[in-house]
């Protein structure tokens, strides 16, 4: 799963396969994210007979399977996923027929499509977006931005950025008060560390410099 050679996973030594059903991870090294890799694609359990077909077969890829509620129906690429009740579902009883996902590259369209009926759910990070979902009536509107935070990461190994003084003048170019008046609208917040305030992992003594 992780080869040893492959230096992106230097952390990883080779897994072994424990029963059936239990597999151990050998790290070469501490890896404080390695348990969220495992709940992201990463993680996903495949099904080896379907991903050995789409090895041979690459237009599989747009055909997944699986063992959830839903089975995919139909797709349309950019435009639309349709997936139908898996009526032979292990966890109980599936309540919908169906759930169709549609493709909106503008979230403000998706809000206003929202606010009309055409759809049940939309899930936005845009501000613009998110103003005008509030103002409509009859929305239940579930905010949250605990986990998702915008950044810039840099390639400290080389240069301009091995030196500390090109990221201070990069960091002190960013008027960050002005980007959250302007463009977040009173609907972002600063954020300091990739955990918030809430967070039990929160420092307030890390604060990030900015213009």
Do not use: C
């Not at 996973?9 to 080779?14: C, K, N, P, V």
């Not at 890896?31 to 690459?58: E, K």
């Amino acid at each position: 799963m992780f080869p040893v050679d492959d230096p992106d996973t230097d952390e990883y030594e080779l897994a072994e396969i424990i029963d059936d059903l239990t597999v151990r991870f050998h790290m070469s090294r501490p890896t404080a994210s390695f348990s969220s890799y495992l709940v992201g694609q990463l993680g996903i359990v495949v099904s080896p007979t379907w991903l050995r077909a789409a090895m041979d077969d690459p237009t599989l890829n747009q055909a997944p399977v699986g063992t959830g509620p839903f089975r995919l129906d139909s797709r349309v690429q950019d435009q639309m996923t349709r997936f139908v009740r898996n009526d032979d579902y292990w966890n109980g009883d599936v309540y919908l027929d169906a759930v169709e996902f549609y493709v909106y590259t503008d979230t403000e369209i998706a809000a206003d499509a929202m606010s009309v009926g055409d759809l049940d759910v939309v899930a936005t990070s845009n501000v613009d977006a998110i103003l005008s979902l509030r103002d409509q009536d009859g929305l239940m509107l579930i905010e949250d931005d605990t986990g998702e935070e915008g950044f810039g990461m840099l390639n400290t190994s080389k240069a301009p950025f091995n030196d500390i003084r090109a990221r201070k003048a990069l960091t002190y170019a960013t008027a960050r008060q002005d980007y959250l008046e302007f463009i977040g609208q009173g609907i972002l917040r600063p954020a300091d560390t990739w955990f918030t305030p809430e967070h039990p992992f929160h420092n307030p003594d890390v604060v990030q410099e900015a213009d």
